[in-house]
């Protein structure tokens, strides 16, 4: 079942992102299978995202984002900051990455922003 925007899936597939849409209970995610992390930053070189889309997206952003498998920093041997707590999705405990939007643009913003916003946290944990 598909549940994306279509012009989120083309977005998607058009830069050759593989992704899965995946329904758990009342909860949408998108996953994207062996999403690169940043060169010698974690203890893994990939790891799959889980972006769960909160009811009435894409006007309401996402919230978080989830790793799997859970991932610490190389060169501290510890989890990023409030990136240490469990969430289930599909059975599986992700990592949960505590990272709130608050400029999500309605109407503008979609999965390529949190796409973003992914990359970003992962770049910049501490």
């Known amino acids: 079942m598909s549940f994306l925007p279509s012009r989120e899936r083309e977005y998607l597939e058009s830069k050759g992102i593989v992704f899965q849409e995946v329904i758990d209970g009342s909860q949408k995610g998108v996953i994207l299978p062996s999403f690169r992390l940043p060169s010698n930053k974690y203890d893994v070189h990939q790891a799959e995202v889980l972006i769960v889309l909160p009811p ?21 041997n510890r989890y990023p900051t409030a990136a240490n707590q469990a969430f289930m999705f599909n059975g599986v405990s992700w990592q949960r990455w505590s990272r709130h939007n608050n400029e999500w643009r309605s109407g503008t913003d979609g999965i390529w922003t949190m796409l973003k916003r992914v990359e970003h946290a992962l770049e910049v944990a501490a």
């Open 56 to 76: 009435g997206y894409p006007d309401v952003p996402p919230d978080m984002f989830y790793l799997q498998p859970w991932v610490k920093l190389a060169t501290h």
